[in-house]
Protein backbone atom coordinates (compact mmCIF):
# COMPACT_ATOMS: atom_id res chain seq x y z
CA UNK A 1 0.00 0.00 0.00
CA UNK A 2 1.38 3.49 -0.86
CA UNK A 3 1.85 6.17 1.41
CA UNK A 4 1.26 9.55 0.22
CA UNK A 5 1.32 11.02 3.82
CA UNK A 6 4.09 14.35 4.56
CA UNK A 7 3.95 15.79 7.84
CA UNK A 8 3.88 19.96 7.70
CA UNK A 9 3.91 22.09 10.42
CA UNK A 10 3.19 19.45 12.96
CA UNK A 11 0.45 18.06 10.79
CA UNK A 12 0.31 14.51 9.70
CA UNK A 13 -1.30 15.14 5.74
CA UNK A 14 -2.35 12.44 3.75
CA UNK A 15 -0.63 13.67 1.04
CA UNK A 16 1.21 16.81 0.40
CA UNK A 17 -1.84 18.64 -1.77
CA UNK A 18 -2.76 21.30 0.24
CA UNK A 19 -5.49 24.06 -1.56
CA UNK A 20 -3.40 27.40 -1.40
CA UNK A 21 -5.47 30.66 -0.22
CA UNK A 22 -7.68 32.34 -2.60
CA UNK A 23 -11.17 32.79 -3.76
CA UNK A 24 -11.52 29.16 -3.87
CA UNK A 25 -11.42 28.86 -0.61
CA UNK A 26 -13.75 31.54 0.91
CA UNK A 27 -16.75 29.72 1.44
CA UNK A 28 -17.31 26.47 3.15
CA UNK A 29 -19.17 24.93 0.24
CA UNK A 30 -16.21 25.24 -2.21
CA UNK A 31 -13.76 23.53 0.83
CA UNK A 32 -16.35 20.69 1.25
CA UNK A 33 -15.24 20.61 -2.82
CA UNK A 34 -11.91 20.68 -2.58
CA UNK A 35 -11.86 18.14 0.44
CA UNK A 36 -13.83 15.97 -1.81
CA UNK A 37 -11.09 15.78 -4.43
CA UNK A 38 -8.70 14.93 -1.99
CA UNK A 39 -6.53 18.00 -0.50
CA UNK A 40 -5.15 17.26 2.87
CA UNK A 41 -5.68 20.32 3.88
CA UNK A 42 -6.56 23.93 3.00
CA UNK A 43 -5.77 27.65 3.40
CA UNK A 44 -8.78 30.11 3.61
CA UNK A 45 -8.65 33.03 1.37
CA UNK A 46 -7.01 35.92 3.56
CA UNK A 47 -8.69 38.11 5.78
CA UNK A 48 -6.17 41.83 6.02
CA UNK A 49 -4.82 43.51 8.50
CA UNK A 50 -6.83 46.57 6.98
CA UNK A 51 -9.87 45.08 7.12
CA UNK A 52 -9.28 44.10 10.75
CA UNK A 53 -8.33 47.43 11.36
CA UNK A 54 -10.99 49.53 9.61
CA UNK A 55 -14.12 47.87 10.99
CA UNK A 56 -12.48 48.39 14.28
CA UNK A 57 -12.04 51.93 13.84
CA UNK A 58 -15.34 52.45 12.54
CA UNK A 59 -16.75 50.77 15.82
CA UNK A 60 -14.46 53.08 18.46
CA UNK A 61 -16.31 56.14 16.07
CA UNK A 62 -19.29 55.15 16.61
CA UNK A 63 -19.20 54.40 20.01
CA UNK A 64 -17.36 57.82 20.13
CA UNK A 65 -19.67 59.30 18.77
CA UNK A 66 -22.43 57.79 21.63
CA UNK A 67 -20.08 58.65 24.10
CA UNK A 68 -18.72 55.40 25.15
CA UNK A 69 -14.96 55.45 23.94
CA UNK A 70 -12.55 57.53 26.12
CA UNK A 71 -9.07 58.12 24.30
CA UNK A 72 -7.17 56.02 26.59
CA UNK A 73 -8.69 53.40 25.34
CA UNK A 74 -7.49 53.37 21.81
CA UNK A 75 -4.58 50.89 21.73
CA UNK A 76 -5.76 48.81 24.62
CA UNK A 77 -6.00 45.43 22.69
CA UNK A 78 -8.26 43.59 25.61
CA UNK A 79 -11.16 46.08 24.41
CA UNK A 80 -10.38 45.86 20.89
CA UNK A 81 -11.03 42.35 21.94
CA UNK A 82 -14.48 43.14 22.63
CA UNK A 83 -15.31 44.89 19.51
CA UNK A 84 -17.03 42.13 17.11
CA UNK A 85 -17.67 43.59 13.14
CA UNK A 86 -19.11 41.78 10.16
CA UNK A 87 -16.31 41.24 8.25
CA UNK A 88 -14.18 39.51 10.92
CA UNK A 89 -17.33 37.91 12.31
CA UNK A 90 -17.68 36.58 8.88
CA UNK A 91 -14.27 35.03 8.87
CA UNK A 92 -14.65 33.64 12.52
CA UNK A 93 -18.14 32.04 11.37
CA UNK A 94 -16.24 30.93 8.09
CA UNK A 95 -13.56 28.87 10.30
CA UNK A 96 -15.93 27.69 12.80
CA UNK A 97 -17.92 26.15 9.75
CA UNK A 98 -15.09 24.90 8.04
CA UNK A 99 -14.18 22.93 10.77
CA UNK A 100 -17.33 21.29 11.24
CA UNK A 101 -17.69 20.43 7.73
CA UNK A 102 -14.24 19.22 7.14
CA UNK A 103 -11.75 16.82 8.79
CA UNK A 104 -8.88 18.01 7.27
CA UNK A 105 -6.88 20.89 8.88
CA UNK A 106 -7.95 24.31 8.17
CA UNK A 107 -5.49 26.93 8.22
CA UNK A 108 -6.45 31.05 8.35
CA UNK A 109 -4.36 33.63 6.78
CA UNK A 110 -3.76 36.60 7.50
CA UNK A 111 -2.31 39.38 5.56
CA UNK A 112 -0.38 42.05 7.04
CA UNK A 113 2.30 44.45 6.83
CA UNK A 114 2.64 45.74 10.47
CA UNK A 115 2.51 44.47 14.19
CA UNK A 116 0.42 47.49 15.34
CA UNK A 117 -3.55 47.30 16.52
CA UNK A 118 -4.63 44.47 14.92
CA UNK A 119 -2.79 41.44 16.41
CA UNK A 120 -5.49 40.58 18.98
CA UNK A 121 -7.01 38.88 15.88
CA UNK A 122 -5.02 35.28 16.03
CA UNK A 123 -6.34 34.84 19.45
CA UNK A 124 -10.05 35.08 18.11
CA UNK A 125 -8.68 32.81 14.88
CA UNK A 126 -7.09 30.25 17.11
CA UNK A 127 -10.60 30.23 19.52
CA UNK A 128 -12.41 29.82 16.35
CA UNK A 129 -10.28 26.38 15.84
CA UNK A 130 -8.49 27.42 13.69
CA UNK A 131 -5.70 25.21 13.55
CA UNK A 132 -3.10 27.13 12.06
CA UNK A 133 -2.77 30.55 10.69
CA UNK A 134 -0.47 31.29 7.64
CA UNK A 135 0.67 35.30 7.64
CA UNK A 136 0.53 36.25 4.16
CA UNK A 137 3.39 39.23 4.27
CA UNK A 138 4.52 41.41 2.15
CA UNK A 139 5.68 44.78 2.40
CA UNK A 140 6.61 46.87 -1.43
CA UNK A 141 10.10 48.64 -0.77
CA UNK A 142 8.70 52.09 -1.76
CA UNK A 143 9.79 53.71 1.33
CA UNK A 144 13.12 55.00 -0.21
CA UNK A 145 13.83 56.48 3.42
CA UNK A 146 13.86 53.46 4.98
CA UNK A 147 16.51 50.33 4.57
CA UNK A 148 16.18 46.94 3.47
CA UNK A 149 17.19 46.16 7.07
CA UNK A 150 14.68 48.33 8.55
CA UNK A 151 11.77 46.68 5.97
CA UNK A 152 12.89 42.90 7.46
CA UNK A 153 12.73 43.99 10.84
CA UNK A 154 8.84 44.64 10.49
CA UNK A 155 8.12 40.88 9.43
CA UNK A 156 9.85 39.53 12.37
CA UNK A 157 8.10 41.91 14.85
CA UNK A 158 4.80 40.77 13.01
CA UNK A 159 6.00 37.05 13.69
CA UNK A 160 6.89 38.01 17.31
CA UNK A 161 3.94 39.98 18.16
CA UNK A 162 1.58 37.25 16.78
CA UNK A 163 3.39 34.13 18.21
CA UNK A 164 2.46 36.27 21.74
CA UNK A 165 -1.03 36.01 20.83
CA UNK A 166 -1.79 32.69 19.73
CA UNK A 167 -0.44 29.69 20.65
CA UNK A 168 -1.66 27.44 17.67
CA UNK A 169 1.06 26.60 14.87
CA UNK A 170 1.91 29.93 12.56
CA UNK A 171 3.83 29.93 9.30
CA UNK A 172 5.35 32.69 6.68
CA UNK A 173 3.73 33.12 3.29
CA UNK A 174 6.63 35.50 1.40
CA UNK A 175 8.04 36.62 -1.88
CA UNK A 176 11.00 36.42 -3.40
CA UNK A 177 12.57 40.04 -3.47
CA UNK A 178 14.62 40.67 -0.92
CA UNK A 179 18.16 41.41 -1.34
CA UNK A 180 19.64 37.91 1.11
CA UNK A 181 16.79 35.86 0.14
CA UNK A 182 18.64 32.81 1.86
CA UNK A 183 19.67 34.57 4.85
CA UNK A 184 16.24 36.08 5.41
CA UNK A 185 14.74 32.67 5.41
CA UNK A 186 16.84 31.27 7.30
CA UNK A 187 16.52 33.94 9.70
CA UNK A 188 12.80 33.33 9.61
CA UNK A 189 13.07 29.70 10.09
CA UNK A 190 14.96 29.91 13.54
CA UNK A 191 11.98 31.63 15.03
CA UNK A 192 9.15 29.79 16.30
CA UNK A 193 7.21 29.88 12.93
CA UNK A 194 6.58 26.24 12.40
CA UNK A 195 6.54 26.97 8.21
CA UNK A 196 7.44 29.45 5.62
CA UNK A 197 5.40 29.17 2.14
CA UNK A 198 7.77 29.94 -0.54
CA UNK A 199 6.34 32.04 -2.73
CA UNK A 200 3.38 34.41 -2.54
CA UNK A 201 2.29 35.90 -6.14
CA UNK A 202 0.73 39.04 -6.77
CA UNK A 203 -1.25 41.30 -8.67
CA UNK A 204 0.83 42.98 -10.54
CA UNK A 205 0.34 45.76 -12.59
CA UNK A 206 -0.01 45.88 -16.73
CA UNK A 207 -0.82 48.46 -19.05
CA UNK A 208 -3.72 48.93 -21.23
CA UNK A 209 -2.36 50.67 -24.18
CA UNK A 210 -5.36 51.67 -25.93
CA UNK A 211 -7.11 53.46 -22.79
CA UNK A 212 -3.75 54.55 -21.93
CA UNK A 213 -4.53 52.70 -18.61
CA UNK A 214 -3.02 51.19 -15.99
CA UNK A 215 -4.73 47.65 -15.20
CA UNK A 216 -3.92 44.51 -13.67
CA UNK A 217 -3.38 40.95 -15.45
CA UNK A 218 -1.19 38.25 -14.35
CA UNK A 219 -3.22 36.92 -12.04
CA UNK A 220 -3.60 32.86 -12.65
CA UNK A 221 0.24 31.56 -12.23
CA UNK A 222 1.45 29.35 -15.40
CA UNK A 223 3.52 26.53 -15.26
CA UNK A 224 6.86 27.88 -16.04
CA UNK A 225 6.25 30.22 -12.96
CA UNK A 226 7.42 27.16 -10.94
CA UNK A 227 11.29 27.85 -11.29
CA UNK A 228 11.60 30.00 -8.90
CA UNK A 229 10.10 28.70 -5.79
CA UNK A 230 12.05 25.35 -7.62
CA UNK A 231 15.59 27.10 -6.95
CA UNK A 232 14.83 28.01 -3.59
CA UNK A 233 13.16 25.00 -2.39
CA UNK A 234 16.28 22.89 -3.50
CA UNK A 235 18.50 25.73 -2.24
CA UNK A 236 16.72 25.76 1.31
CA UNK A 237 15.09 23.20 2.28
CA UNK A 238 18.41 21.44 4.11
CA UNK A 239 19.40 24.83 5.17
CA UNK A 240 15.92 25.91 7.51
CA UNK A 241 14.73 24.77 11.45
CA UNK A 242 11.22 24.69 9.86
CA UNK A 243 8.62 22.81 7.13
CA UNK A 244 9.17 24.65 3.55
CA UNK A 245 5.91 24.24 1.21
CA UNK A 246 5.85 24.77 -2.40
CA UNK A 247 3.83 27.83 -3.88
CA UNK A 248 3.47 29.33 -7.31
CA UNK A 249 3.45 26.97 -10.38
CA UNK A 250 2.58 23.88 -9.24
CA UNK A 251 0.03 22.72 -11.50
CA UNK A 252 -0.04 19.37 -12.30
CA UNK A 253 1.40 16.03 -10.28
CA UNK A 254 5.00 16.32 -12.06
CA UNK A 255 5.68 19.70 -10.86
CA UNK A 256 4.54 18.49 -7.11
CA UNK A 257 6.94 15.47 -7.93
CA UNK A 258 9.93 18.12 -8.42
CA UNK A 259 8.83 20.06 -5.53
CA UNK A 260 9.03 17.51 -3.62
CA UNK A 261 11.88 16.14 -4.66
CA UNK A 262 13.71 19.48 -3.83
CA UNK A 263 12.80 18.95 -0.36
CA UNK A 264 9.29 20.71 0.05
CA UNK A 265 7.43 19.04 2.35
CA UNK A 266 3.59 20.35 0.66
CA UNK A 267 2.94 22.13 -2.14
CA UNK A 268 0.41 24.73 -2.24
CA UNK A 269 -2.30 24.86 -5.53
CA UNK A 270 -4.26 27.74 -6.48
CA UNK A 271 -4.22 28.55 -9.96
CA UNK A 272 -4.09 25.16 -11.49
CA UNK A 273 -7.58 24.78 -9.63
CA UNK A 274 -9.23 27.82 -10.88
CA UNK A 275 -7.79 26.34 -14.51
CA UNK A 276 -8.79 23.09 -14.24
CA UNK A 277 -11.43 22.30 -11.13
CA UNK A 278 -11.07 20.97 -8.19
CA UNK A 279 -10.92 17.89 -9.67
CA UNK A 280 -7.11 18.74 -11.15
CA UNK A 281 -6.49 17.10 -7.27
CA UNK A 282 -7.36 13.91 -7.77
CA UNK A 283 -5.89 14.06 -11.19
CA UNK A 284 -2.24 15.15 -9.28
CA UNK A 285 -2.40 12.68 -6.97
CA UNK A 286 -3.31 9.68 -9.46
CA UNK A 287 0.44 10.98 -11.28
CA UNK A 288 2.19 11.31 -8.47
CA UNK A 289 1.21 7.46 -7.45
CA UNK A 290 1.82 6.31 -11.19
CA UNK A 291 5.15 7.92 -11.13
CA UNK A 292 5.93 6.30 -7.28
CA UNK A 293 4.79 3.29 -8.66
CA UNK A 294 7.16 3.05 -12.10
CA UNK A 295 10.27 4.30 -9.77
CA UNK A 296 9.50 1.86 -6.63
CA UNK A 297 9.17 4.07 -4.29
CA UNK A 298 6.23 3.24 -1.63
CA UNK A 299 6.44 6.41 0.22
CA UNK A 300 6.94 10.09 0.04
CA UNK A 301 9.60 9.71 2.73
CA UNK A 302 11.58 7.53 0.46
CA UNK A 303 12.45 10.17 -2.49
CA UNK A 304 11.68 13.60 -0.53
CA UNK A 305 14.80 16.19 -0.78
CA UNK A 306 17.00 13.37 -2.97
CA UNK A 307 17.68 16.13 -5.57
CA UNK A 308 17.65 19.22 -3.20
CA UNK A 309 21.54 21.10 -3.21
CA UNK A 310 22.16 19.59 0.55
CA UNK A 311 25.86 18.23 -0.02
CA UNK A 312 26.99 21.51 -2.02
CA UNK A 313 28.66 24.22 0.39
CA UNK A 314 28.16 27.06 -1.78
CA UNK A 315 24.88 26.74 -3.73
CA UNK A 316 26.03 29.83 -5.56
CA UNK A 317 28.33 28.05 -7.13
CA UNK A 318 26.45 25.28 -8.57
CA UNK A 319 24.29 28.01 -9.96
CA UNK A 320 26.66 29.09 -11.86
CA UNK A 321 28.40 26.20 -13.56
CA UNK A 322 24.22 25.81 -14.77
CA UNK A 323 24.82 28.94 -16.10
CA UNK A 324 27.84 28.36 -18.11
CA UNK A 325 26.84 24.91 -18.97
CA UNK A 326 23.65 25.51 -20.54
CA UNK A 327 24.18 28.79 -22.10
CA UNK A 328 26.97 28.73 -23.77
CA UNK A 329 25.99 25.08 -25.31
CA UNK A 330 22.51 26.61 -26.23
CA UNK A 331 22.44 26.58 -29.99
CA UNK A 332 18.38 28.03 -30.24
C1 LIG B 1 -7.66 34.70 -7.46
C2 LIG B 1 -6.60 34.50 -6.42
C3 LIG B 1 -6.84 34.91 -5.10
C4 LIG B 1 -5.84 34.77 -4.15
N1 LIG B 1 -6.07 35.17 -2.86
C5 LIG B 1 -5.11 34.99 -1.93
C6 LIG B 1 -5.34 35.34 -0.57
O1 LIG B 1 -6.42 35.80 -0.18
N2 LIG B 1 -4.33 35.17 0.31
C7 LIG B 1 -3.10 34.64 -0.06
O2 LIG B 1 -2.22 34.48 0.80
N3 LIG B 1 -2.88 34.28 -1.33
C8 LIG B 1 -3.83 34.44 -2.26
N4 LIG B 1 -3.60 34.07 -3.54
C9 LIG B 1 -2.26 33.53 -3.89
C10 LIG B 1 -2.26 31.99 -3.89
O3 LIG B 1 -2.51 31.46 -2.62
C11 LIG B 1 -0.93 31.45 -4.39
O4 LIG B 1 0.09 31.79 -3.46
C12 LIG B 1 -0.52 31.98 -5.74
O5 LIG B 1 -1.63 32.05 -6.62
C13 LIG B 1 0.55 31.10 -6.37
O6 LIG B 1 0.13 29.76 -6.45
P1 LIG B 1 -0.46 29.15 -7.82
O7 LIG B 1 0.59 29.20 -8.82
O8 LIG B 1 -0.85 27.73 -7.45
O9 LIG B 1 -1.65 29.97 -8.17
C14 LIG B 1 -4.59 34.18 -4.50
C15 LIG B 1 -4.39 33.74 -5.81
C16 LIG B 1 -5.37 33.89 -6.77
C17 LIG B 1 -5.12 33.39 -8.15
Not at 10 to 32: C, H, R
Not at 309 to 322: G, M, S, W, Y
Request: aromatic content about 10%; overall charge negative; hydrophobic content about 40%.
Amino acid sequence: MMDLSTSYMGFKLKNPIIAGSSGLTDSVDKITEIEKHGASAVVLRSIFEEEILLEMNAKLQQMSTNGFVYPETVGDYDYFDKVEEETTYKYLKLIRDAKSAVRIPVFASINCVSPKNWTYFPKQIEDAGADAIELNLFILPTDFNRTSADNERVYFSIIDEVQKQASIPVSVKISYYFSNLGKLIQDISKTEVKGIVLFNRFYSPDIDIENLEINSSFVLSNPSDIAISLRWLAIMSCRVNCDLVASTGVHTGKDMIKQLLVGAKAVQVASTLYKNGSQQIGLMLEELKTWMGSKKFESIAEFRGQLSQKHIDNPAAFERVQFMKYFRGFKG
